[in-house]
């Protein structure tokens, strides 16, 4: 069984910078794309940002110029570097993995920015 475990999330004022980390538990195969999706309260979870296997990345318009995604094959990690943050961005963010077959997803981590 494949453990996703985010760390990195806290809370952070207006305008500061946080780097929240993925870490597989074992090697997944065949992997599509790693990213994070997040969910603040009473609203949808969304996609925030994703990498495929070929390194080509994706953001959501909201989070464009300050957030970068980023993939460390060796270490089966995926890391979001969040610069400029905003009172908006608060919310959990969930690290997801697909495959080829599997969608697999981790706890979550909570981050808060304060106005």
């Known amino acids: 069984q494949v453990q996703l475990v985010e760390s990195g999330g806290g809370l952070v004022q207006a305008g500061g910078s946080l780097r929240l980390s993925c870490a597989a538990s074992?090697?997944?195969?065949?992997?599509?794309?790693m990213g994070w999706y997040r969910q603040a309260p009473g609203k949808q979870r969304e996609s925030v940002a994703f990498?495929?296997?070929?390194?080509?990345?994706n953001y959501a318009d909201s989070v464009k110029g300050r957030f970068t995604i980023s993939r460390d094959n060796a270490k089966r990690t995926v890391d979001l570097q969040m610069n400029s943050l905003k009172p908006e961005d608060t919310a959990v963010y969930y690290c997801?993995?697909?495959?080829?077959?599997?969608?697999?997803w981790g706890q979550g981590t909570q981050v808060t920015v304060s106005s």
């Open positions: 990498i495929s296997s070929g390194g080509t990345t």
């Open positions: 074992k090697i997944i195969s065949r992997i599509n794309t």
């Open positions: 997801r993995v697909t495959t080829t077959a599997f969608v697999y």
